[in-house]
Structure formats: C-alpha cells, structure tokens
C-alpha cells in the first residue's frame, strides 16, 4: 500500500519540480518545439560594468533596506569580523543600486551592471567638525577581493569598468570613498594599471608651468570616463567630479580643486605612452592649455600647441611616489581614517540604501 504524502510534503514535492522545471521552455505554449542545441558565437554577458558602494548603516539596517525597500544590490558584504556574503539578487536580473549614473556613452547602469553594498558607515565627523572617512577592516577587503575576481571572470568585466558608485554618480554619491582601497586593485591587476609615478612626476612640472583651464580637465575627465558638460568654467559638477577623481588616484587631497597633480595623473591615465618611453620627451609632449583651441578635444591637442612650454627635467623635480607593490603582496587594506574640510558641503549624500528622496531614487 502506498501512502500519499501529507500535504505539506507534496507543496514541498511541487516547488521542487516547479523549480526544476524554472528554466526556459522547450516548446511554446501552442506547443511548437524551441531547439536550442546550436547557439551563436555572437554573444557576450549583459553585465559591463561592476559597481562597488558603501551602505552607511550597519547590516541589520543594510539587509533591512537591501531586501524590503525599492532599493538593492546583487551583493552585500557584510561587515562581522568574518564577513559573509549575501546574494540577495540573482546576477541575470537587475538590481536598483544605480539608478541615475552614467560612464562613458553608458547610462543607467542598472541594466547592464553587478553591484556590491559593503556594510561600511562611510564618515563620522571628527572633534573639529571635519568628516572622517573610515577604514576598510582587513578581513572585508579579503572577503571582496574573490568574489570581484570571479564576477569580473565570469562576466569578462574590463577592468576600466570596475567602478565606485560615486564615479558613475559623481553629482551625488562619493561611495566607496577616499579609503576604498583602490590601488591594492590595481595591483592585484583587477583594474587598470596605477598610474605610473614615473610619468606623473615627468609631465607634471609641465602642468604647473602651464595650468590647465576649466575646459581642459573637462575633456580630460570626460576621456576618462566622467559624465561631464563641458561648460568652461570650474562649476560646481566639475568640482564634484574632480573630487571624485582625486578621491581614487590622488585620496590624501580631494578637495575638488585642479592642480597640477591632478592634472598629470588625468594625462597619464588617459594618454598612452609615447613609444620610445622617455619621460622628458612626454612630458614635452604634453597637452597644451585648452583656451587657444577651444574645439579640439584634449586628446587631439598636437605637441606642436606648446609654445612655450618649458622643458621639463630629465630628473623629476618632484619626488617619485614609492614604486608599486608586487602584485602578490596585499600588505595591509586597513587604511587609515582620512580627514576633510567639511566647509565644501562636497557630499550631498542621500543615506546609502535609502534613496527615498525622489531625484535620489536608486530604482531605474
Ligand atoms: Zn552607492
């Protein structure tokens, strides 16, 4: 005699098969079979883009907000001494981290990104009012470093797209901030090369005879990737942006103001090397001020429009910053706090997660 299953046994039995059977459909409704035993050469993931963020909450709060509200994230990475990762979306759906952002002719990057919350509460303030960005423990950093390794494998991300929520949202966010470890990635070779000190320090006193103008570091921010109207002003997006440039290549200053620095990193970022690798011939080769050829993009300035560019020393007059780790040695992630000005207002930010304000809202 066989015995019929009790009733919550066959529900069980039944979301199974209906689990099972989740997958997509061998034949249509109508019944006319779909053969997918050939399949194109001509494809590629959906997911372009890796876009890391801060919560701003502790993770209660953040699973709280992550799973109840119109906001979300494929990941969240939780903050305990050993960190445990939550996939709280699968990664062939979309999920509202993003929701106004945009990198290169890329916009709305919810529809063609992973994003990753770390539970982090971003800045307190310090005792004179400045804010205090704090560090990312060593054991979180650990426990990300794979997870973006195997996304960016499985996905075939490029590394130029692996990004911080406050570059594809530079009017509003700065996550994952001036302590995100940004260049232990880069050593890792999980994005781009650093900047190589070398060239920096070749082109830069070039920059520092010859400042660059508003229009200038617009375009150059603008090859780099940033969403940036060209105004020709220092205005306040490019004060945004600049800031949020500097708090990735340049973290111990980001106050948002151009400087010769800044410059010399967005040049090197976004120009190759000249062939022959002499640092005194780029730098003589460096971008002019972009006022006497105001529609020419940055890219296109010849050499040819530095008139009197001086030449710059063989030896840099700058000290060269220390030469890059090897790629196998993520020394130490603990970053220490770093301290702003907190007069500039720079972060408008909406709590991470949140996003209940509508000009914020992370929903595309
Ligand atoms: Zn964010």
Redesign the pocket.
């Known amino acids: 005699m066989t015995r019929r299953p009790a009733p919550a046994l066959a529900a069980l039995l039944l979301a199974l098969l209906a689990g099972c059977a989740s997958g997509p459909p061998t034949a249509t409704e109508g019944g006319v079979p779909i053969d997918a035993t050939r399949t194109a050469k001509g494809q590629d993931s959906r997911v372009l883009f890796l876009v890391i963020?801060?919560t701003v909450a502790d993770f209660a709060l953040s699973m709280k907000i992550l799973t109840e509200k119109e906001v979300s994230a494929h990941y969240l990475l939780s903050d305990e001494p050993q960190p445990r990762i939550f996939r709280l979306v699968d990664e062939s759906r979309r999920a509202w981290?993003?929701g106004a952002s945009a990198w290169g002719d890329n916009k709305r990057l919810n529809s063609s990104s992973i994003g990753i919350?770390i539970v982090h509460p971003g800045y307190i303030q310090g005792p004179n009012g400045q804010r205090l960005f704090l560090p990312f423990p060593k054991a979180q950093i650990d426990a990300l470093i794979p997870l973006v390794q195997d996304i960016v494998k499985r996905h075939q991300i490029r590394p130029e797209r692996i990004l911080g929520?406050g570059e594809v949202s530079p009017s509003y966010?700065v996550?994952p901030g001036p302590t995100f470890p940004w260049k232990l990635f880069a050593d890792l070779g999980i994005t781009p090369p650093w900047p190589d000190a070398v060239r920096v320090a070749a082109v830069r006193p070039v920059f520092e005879a010859l400042p660059r103008d508003a229009l200038w570091f617009q375009r150059a921010l603008a090859k780099h990737g940033y969403a940036i109207e060209p105004t020709g002003v220092f205005d306040r997006q490019t004060e945004l942006v600049l800031a949020n440039f500097q708090m990735r290549y340049r973290p111990a200053d980001y106050s948002g103001k151009p400087d010769a620095e800044s410059a010399a990193l967005l040049w090197v970022l976004t120009m190759p090397p000249s062939g022959d690798g002499q640092p005194a011939a780029e730098a003589a080769a460096a971008p002019a001020a972009s006022a006497p050829a105001a529609s020419a993009p940055a890219e296109a300035e010849p050499p040819a429009a530095v008139p009197a560019a001086p030449v710059a020393p063989v030896a840099p007059a700058v000290p060269l910053a220390p030469p890059d780790r090897p790629a196998a040695a993520p020394a130490s992630h603990a970053l220490k706090a770093v301290a702003v000005d907190d007069g500039s207002g720079h972060e408008e930010r909406c709590p991470?997660g949140l996003c209940e304000l509508p000009a914020l809202a992370c929903r595309p």
């Open positions: 963020h801060y981290h993003s919350e929520h966010k996550d991470e």
